[in-house]
């Protein structure tokens, strides 16, 4: 299009490239870059080069503009309006409110929006003008619908309006037709791909939604370790699709215990690895990110306590790691510490980049706008908070695991993953193709995925944790111990499962997955089951038991009736699952009053000891996670159920000085035991991860040990 002027054309849309609200901003015309037909978008005459088109997102919504060259040294104009200011003129520097350029807008819009303002005041900037990323309605004081809802209505008026000068085959109406065939074209794919202009032909590119933004990449500083770093790093040993150890960068390792007073924990690593910046990985690489692992602000320094002797056992006085040559390291320990392998298997013991960690810091590496460098078959091109993630392949990769089908570079190209904090915008984007793999699917969805079986997989294993009831043990009347066990039994899980999980899960019997031998070895006479009449014996055991014609029970002493105040998060399943609680619980006598916060502030109440009990879940493929909740040291942090038991303690002490994994494992289990008699959780079921893909995808699996591992991402293909 020659029009008089360079026109931005903003196209508004959904989360799923429908077209939404088109308005146009008009700014003077500058000499465009341009680029050979091939990297060109072409329709007709008109020539858009990839620089020429931006996406925005903001509101939840992604915004195309597409910048029109015009004829250079011409000027746009148009009439002074009260929404483009009291001149009309174009507008010098940028917003007072929001920092933005301002921009021009057409006379169609400018009435059109005039036409609108009796329901909607416009927000403008506070120069008067219209802020060029963002046309934003708020409600007026009649209390009328926002923005999107408005848009709605009006865009036929928008993209048509009936205020306009009597100009239908104007050059710009013209150009307004062109760029909507161009974009219909073309916004599929650029969504997909992240960014208009963002795929190469022949590229392919995974798509991934997440319902929320990942807060750091560095494991010494964040305790969520999922999604883009476990495609950029790896671990020195990783674990199979069956929960199996097997090699990862290290081709070899083991736990000497032959000298009892000088235990050491010996590696062979693989040769030819490197990370993403080219540093060598070698012996002296591992030992500068364990260096960095063990500062003492870092949150993951206790898992390699045994190297640096948090308590030293031995006497031994070199311990330390040592480097035997290039390739092979002694870990020389204070005492012989069996987590050493689970610890160095997971994201939380990630090899990062040493020189990018030097350079950057515990307080920047990991975080957006500083390095994030891995040895895996991913790098981190771009990250945009809120918005995405993008990951490109690493094509020197040659080094995968030997559980991989693939050990090279990975098939697909890209990974892009998606923060969609609005789970219908998710369904949204994965049900129109946009998305291919869906994560943390609600099981209210998975009939609907289904029942497409020609479209759609669903793909479910087995998680590493509990939904349950977490009571403050530090509160009355909840610091009876008979109290909490009735609730235990009053909990029909059956029907949770059956109703809000749709049978995807396990009822949940005890405190550990059943992928753990710590869950499965503990007798049958200390998990919980469903039992009415046991529990009604507890209640009165409790001091609790209905005395007159009412349903209520009352307290023995002070008859007054017994009301349980559950605190639940905001999510749908929470929530359903809560409001059956309440009629289980009520149904055996209990008042229960349902209050939701979001997971942070709920959180929060719980380790101020604020709540009485809170529905909550956890995620970790280890018995060591007991000591995290339940740990006298953690109570009022992690240990947001306030339970203190110095007896607990001691299996915790026993079980991280075992030298062996049975004694691991016989202490773990004792410990667990001692908490399914003391009651601090009343558990409801044993939750399952559920993923959703296009059947163009092949190669996705779940991981059993859960997302905290590294992903087989090279064994993933797409085939769109």
């Known amino acids: 299009y020659s029009g008089p002027s360079t026109s931005a054309i903003k196209i508004a849309t959904l989360p799923s490239p429908n077209l939404g609200v088109l308005s146009l901003a008009r700014t003077p015309a500058a000499p465009q870059k341009r680029t050979t037909t091939e990297e060109s978008m072409n329709h007709s005459s008109m020539r858009l080069a990839p620089e020429d088109v931006r996406m925005m997102s903001f509101g939840g919504n992604a915004h195309f503009v597409l910048n029109l060259p015009g004829r250079p040294g011409t000027e746009s104009r148009t009439r002074a309006s009260p929404l483009s200011g009291p001149t009309g003129g174009a507008r010098k520097g940028p917003c007072s409110r929001c920092g933005t350029r301002l921009a021009w807008l057409p006379r169609n819009v400018i009435n059109t929006l005039n036409g609108v303002r009796r329901r909607q005041k416009w927000e403008t900037c506070g120069t008067g003008g219209i802020c060029s990323s963002v046309l934003r309605a708020v409600s007026s004081s009649e209390g009328e619908e926002k923005m999107e809802d408005s848009a709605k209505a009006t865009e036929s008026e928008i993209i048509q309006p009936s205020g306009t000068p009597a100009r239908p085959k104007s050059k710009m109406m013209i150009a307004i037709v062109v760029v909507l065939v161009l974009v219909i074209a073309a916004v599929a794919g650029a969504w997909a791909a992240g960014l208009l202009g963002g795929k190469e032909e022949g590229e392919k590119v995974l798509v991934i939604a997440m319902s929320s933004d990942v807060e750091k990449m560095d494991p010494a500083k964040t305790s969520a370790m999922y999604g883009p770093p476990g495609m950029i790093y790896e671990t020195l040993i990783t674990r199979d699709l069956t929960g199996a150890f097997r090699p990862g960068l290290a081709e070899w390792w083991n736990l000497n215990t032959t000298n009892p007073d000088h235990p050491t924990f010996e590696i062979r690593l693989q040769q030819g690895v490197k990370f993403h910046d080219n540093t060598p990985f070698d012996s002296y690489a591992v030992k500068r990110i364990i260096n960095y692992y063990s500062h003492e602000d870092s949150w993951v320094q206790y898992e390699f306590w045994a190297i640096y002797g948090c308590e030293n056992k031995t006497g031994w006085p070199d311990a330390g790691m040592w480097a035997k040559d290039a390739y092979n390291l002694v870990f020389n320990l204070t005492w012989a510490d069996v987590a050493l392998q689970f610890n160095l298997s997971h994201l939380y013991g990630s090899m990062m980049g040493p020189d990018a960690l030097e350079s950057d810091g515990l307080e920047f590496y990991g975080t957006v706008g500083h390095k994030v460098i891995g040895t895996g078959p991913f790098m981190l091109q771009e990250w945009i908070p809120g918005d995405h993630i993008t990951l490109v392949k690493n094509k020197n990769y040659s080094w995968g695991a030997p559980w991989f089908e693939n050990r090279g570079a990975a098939k697909i190209d890209k990974v892009i993953y998606r923060i969609i904090t609005d789970q219908t915008a998710r369904f949204a984007g994965f049900e129109s193709g946009d998305i291919d793999v869906l994560q943390q699917v609600p099981p209210n969805k998975v009939p609907t995925y289904q029942a497409n079986p020609d479209k759609y997989t669903i793909i479910t294993g087995r998680g590493q944790g509990t939904y349950h009831v977490e009571f403050n043990c530090n509160k009355t009347p909840f610091t009876n111990v008979d109290l909490r066990r009735a609730f235990g039994y009053a909990i029909n899980r059956t029907q949770i499962l059956d109703t809000v999980w749709y049978g995807i899960g396990e009822e949940g019997v005890n405190y550990l997955s ?207």
């Open 514 to 720: 059943p992928i753990e031998p710590e869950s499965r070895n503990v007798p049958a006479k200390y998990n919980y089951s469903y039992n009415v009449t046991k529990a009604i014996a507890l209640f009165e055991a409790g001091n609790y038991k209905n005395n007159d014609s009412d349903v209520w029970l009352e307290n023995l002493t002070t008859n007054e009736e017994l009301t349980l105040h559950l605190l639940t998060t905001t999510k749908g399943e929470d929530i359903a699952m809560s409001q059956i609680l309440q009629t289980q619980f009520q149904a055996v006598g209990v008042h229960v009053e349902l209050t939701t916060y979001t997971e942070t502030i709920l959180r929060d109440k719980a380790a101020a000891g604020e709540q009485e009990a809170i529905l909550f879940w956890y995620s970790w493929p280890r018995a060591e996670i007991l000591d995290w909740h339940f740990g006298t040291w953690a109570a009022g942090g992690s240990n947001t159920g306030w339970y203190m038991d110095s007896v607990f303690d001691d299996y915790v002490t026993n079980w991280t000085y075992a030298t062996t994994e049975k004694q691991f494992s016989d202490n773990a289990t004792a410990g667990h035991i001692r908490l399914l008699t003391k009651v601090a959780w009343a558990p409801i079921l044993f939750w399952y991860q559920i993923f959703a893909v296009h059947n163009y995808v092949t190669g996705w699996t779940v991981n059993p040990l859960g997302q905290e591992q590294v992903i087989n991402i090279v064994d993933v293909d797409i085939h769109k």
